[in-house]
């Protein structure tokens, strides 16, 4: 038996979509690099946007006209918990499997490994080709790399480059080979009105403390320096057993406080929440990324998401860090033209992401997700002025890397 496995998703995703990889090679099925050649086709799809929504589509359509006759294709990740009729109206025999459905992956390959037993943590088993261009850097940006490296080489130094990853676009640290990936927590337990992942993915749920402990030794045990937290909310991580993100990193670090662990999403509320505790791994360096999504600046915005108003506590949180000189990875996401929104309301997020100082900012343009509160609302930004908002944020985010770059090289120049 022989599996193509293909996905557009997030790093969540795509950090689930390989241990779908792994079951299928535990099992002996062979993972092959043409969906021509496979018996059973798995495609994950990502739906956070239209646009992404569009592109699995267009994916799922290729890999169904390209499949053997008797193929079996299964359709995953979040897409089929609110885009079913689209997926059948372009491969209309596909099985459609949720989030909660992967234990049925037990029922296609009987035997061997079960599904529960299967998690995953570094290598990249999927063989999948590439569907569309994901070239990252502009011309610009390899000339800003290459001046990097040669005032590094110039310098014996190495800041320069390590600055140029921390804040050029999708240079995430996920995708790094040294890097040990951890699942800690699946669904997320807030209600922002605009989000479809909770449609998907369904109520928040911790992976037990043990099974995360153990995957820690097993990777300080193989060598690994670096780790990854992955999950769609990992800062409320515990507290549906009684313990916390804290007390989780506490007992990490005593396993071995010479490595680093990143944090791939974290809620604005959550990080203030538990600030205290998570400072001294900010400073020391034991946390070396984050991502927390503010979503917009504007307490009107933010009321209208159905998020907390009050976003400066955690902008006094990230200004408090920069005091520090804490040299932490800091990464966001906002959302740019939800119902409502004016200049003034852009503006003010502008604001907030100039103070916090994000080393790189993931802009999405609002885009209505069929079974959201926000699905029912009319739009009242035009698609040009949410490109126009896009933009700009875009621009002034470019100006602040070249001036993190400059330091850099000042850095590299002047500091002994």
Request: charged share 25%; aromatic share 10%.
């Amino acid at each position: 038996m022989k599996v193509y496995i293909h996905t557009n998703g997030c790093a969540v995703l795509k950090h689930e979509t390989e241990r779908i990889a792994k079951f299928f090679h535990l099992n002996k099925v062979e993972i092959v690099e043409c969906p021509e050649d496979g018996d059973i086709i798995v495609m994950t799809c990502c739906g956070v946007t239209h646009n992404e929504e569009n592109q699995a589509i267009d994916i799922i359509s290729d890999l169904n006209s390209r499949k053997q006759n008797d193929a079996t294709l299964i359709v995953s990740g979040c897409l089929p918990a609110f885009a079913s009729e689209r997926i059948l109206e372009v491969a209309p025999d596909a099985q459609l499997m949720s989030y909660s459905q992967m234990r049925n992956f037990d029922n296609i390959v009987p035997g061997g490994a079960s599904w529960d037993d299967v998690y995953y943590n570094y290598g990249h088993m999927m063989k999948q080709e590439e569907h569309r261009d994901d070239t990252i850097h502009s011309s610009n940006q390899d000339l800003d790399l290459q001046l990097m490296e040669t005032v590094d080489k110039t310098n014996r130094t190495s800041n320069c480059v390590q600055q140029y990853n921390l804040c050029t676009l999708r240079r995430y640290i996920w995708q790094d080979e040294d890097v040990y990936q951890i699942k800690v927590a699946y669904g997320c337990p807030g209600h922002c009105n605009y989000c479809a992942t909770k449609l998907a993915i369904g109520e928040f749920h911790s992976v037990p403390k043990a099974l995360v402990l153990k995957q820690f030794q097993e990777g300080i045990a193989s060598g690994f320096k670096r780790f990854s937290l992955i999950g769609d909310e990992i800062g409320c991580y515990g507290t549906d057993f009684g313990e916390n993100i804290v007390t989780l990193l506490d007992d990490v670090y005593a396993l071995n406080s010479g490595i680093t662990v990143s944090i791939r999403y974290i809620h604005p509320d959550i990080f203030v929440r538990y600030y205290d505790g998570l400072k001294p791994y900010l400073v020391n360096g034991f946390i070396d990324f984050f991502c927390c999504a503010i979503q917009s600046g504007s307490p009107k915005m933010l009321k209208a998401m159905n998020r907390n108003p009050d976003i400066e506590p955690f902008v006094k949180c990230m200004e408090d860090l920069k005091n520090e000189n804490c040299k932490v990875n800091k990464h966001t996401q906002i959302l740019i033209g939800y119902p409502g929104e004016t200049e003034a309301d852009v503006w003010q997020t502008l604001t907030a992401l100039i103070r916090c100082d994000f080393d790189h900012i993931n802009i999405n343009k609002f885009s209505k997700r069929r079974g959201t509160v926000a699905y029912e609302l009319e739009e009242t930004v035009q698609e040009e002025d949410k490109v126009a908002r896009c933009s700009l944020i875009r621009e002034i985010m470019f100006m602040g890397k070249k001036a993190k770059l400059y330091d850099a090289i000042k850095e590299s120049y002047f500091n002994d």
